[in-house]
């Protein structure tokens, strides 16, 4: 079964580094930039679009977390994502804190 963009929307989740870790121990996180579209890209990962992923990839727009980056959110291990499963993947994206 094939979802839509617009079903997938609809499943990203919130998740905190701490419950995210354990994917990124078996190999499966994929942090996505901001300027992609979660779902846009949960669906390119989910159709198997090896073009535009491999353009994604090659401009580090999406790819493996950086040791730097996993060190600074094992340092706040509340650190808020948006999260959207691709089985086998786990697509990531930070969260920004927003301030009122």
Request: proline share 3%; net charge negative.
């Amino acid at each position: 079964m094939v979802l839509s963009k617009e079903e997938l929307a609809l499943s990203i989740d919130e998740a905190e580094w701490d419950w995210l870790r354990a994917h990124l121990e078996r190999g499966g996180i994929i942090l996505v930039n901001d300027n992609i579209d979660l779902a846009d890209a949960a669906l390119r990962v989910a159709g198997d679009d090896t073009e535009i992923i491999a353009d994604w990839i090659s401009t580090g727009m999406i790819g493996k977390p950086s040791e730097s980056q996993i060190q600074a959110w094992d340092s706040n291990r509340h650190k808020k994502f948006s999260m959207l499963i691709v089985n086998p993947y786990v697509l990531i994206q930070e969260k920004t804190p927003t301030f009122h």
